[in-house]
T-cell receptor, first 111, second 114 residues
């Protein structure tokens, strides 16, 4: 099946730094979603993108739907300790009911 | 709290046992999903139901048997599982399937097969 390449796999940053992660696909997606998962919980939806080129913000989070429809990125500005977790990209191909997920980016914030 | 609940949160079962996972959504959605999350692997879609009808089975072994009696409840019946089936099983729901419908996840059931 389709796979998403998500990078980086993990990030060790200082509090206050900006974070950037991205996902790429070999095929076109109609929807890109970004989720965050904390230990013992299910993924929580952060941002949803539906149009190529769309740039959407949610507080300190900004995500973009790539023009080619084969990639998306997520930026977090001025990171804080509660940003720690695993961030997943997910995409939906045309005609698909379910989502395809990336392997996740594990964000660790050092004091 | 996303409006999707799952029980039990943890389950340990032997390979000869039969158990069931339950999911309930309180969002008024029409579509429900089962995903499997294994260590170091992406979430894998297992089943999709839309208005109680199964619309997708992602080549899941028959030892996993889903049931959707209504749009608010989804079950995953387990029998004769293997140790490699140990994983976090996540339920999700959405207003509809495909298009711009966003999926909301429950907290998952951590399954350990011994």
């Amino acid at each position: 099946g389709q796979q998403l390449n998500q990078s980086p796999q993990s990030m060790f940053i200082q509090e206050g730094e900006d974070v950037s992660m991205n996902c790429t696909s070999s095929s076109i997606f109609n929807t890109w979603l970004w989720y965050k998962q904390e230990p013992g919980e299910g993924p929580v939806l952060l941002i949803a993108l539906y149009k190529a080129g769309e740039l959407t913000s949610n507080g300190r989070l900004t995500a973009q739907f790539g023009i080619t429809r084969k990639d998306s990125f997520l930026n977090i500005s001025a990171s804080i300790p509660s940003d720690v977790g695993i961030y997943f990209c997910a995409g939906r191909e045309g005609g698909a009911d379910g989502l395809t997920f990336g392997k996740g980016t594990h964000l660790i914030i050092q004091p | 709290e996303t409006g999707v609940t799952q029980t039990p949160r943890h389950l340990v079962m032997g390979m000869t046992n039969k158990k069931s996972l339950k999911c309930e959504q309180h969002l008024g959605h029409n579509a429900m999903y089962w995903y499997k999350q294994s260590a170091k692997k992406p979430l894998e879609l297992m089943f999709v139901y839309n208005f109680k009808e199964q619309t997708e089975n992602n080549s899941v072994p028959s030892r996993f048997s889903p049931e959707c009696p209504n749009s608010s409840h989804l079950f995953l019946h387990l029998h004769t599982l293997q140790p490699e089936d140990s994983a976090l099983y996540l339920c999700a729901s959405s207003q509809g399937v495909g298009g711009s419908y966003e999926q909301y996840f429950g907290p998952g059931t951590r399954l350990t097969v011994t």
